[in-house]
């Protein structure tokens, strides 16, 4: 991603894929969070964790903290599955459950949970899964 981009708002998931893509062609997965300010504006973003081609673990308190630093409002986070499928497994629903609720905790809103992988992505926001 292009620092110019920085201040311009996130207009929907397939604007975060475009952004993001190449994370499925890297070899091992990670978790990139977004930091955005009431109007979807990109403030910041950063690698949270890195992990094996297979498995990443994150700390929650990891995603926070810079979200914090820049007082975003809200967050996406953009995980890859470089040896699969963009469908979310267990841990992901999971993990996604716990940052929204760590958000809610700190007035900071996750707004999306992507999945990049092989067949493109897959948005917990779009498939109504923060309803």
Known sequence: M???LLFTPVESADHVYYLFREMQNEAREK???L???PKLEILSY???AMGTAHYVISDPIEVF????VVRASKIIIIH????????PSEAD???AA???ELGELHNIRLQDFMIIGEDGYFSFDEEGMFE
């Open 2 to 4: 292009d620092d110019d």
């Open 31 to 33: 978790i990139v969070c």
């Open 35 to 37: 930091h955005l300010n």
């Open 46 to 48: 950063e690698v949270v």
């Open 65 to 68: 903290r810079g979200a914090i």
């Open 80 to 87: 890859n599955h470089p040896a699969g499928s963009s469908k």
């Open 93 to 95: 629903r999971k993990g």
């Open 98 to 100: 716990k940052i929204r």
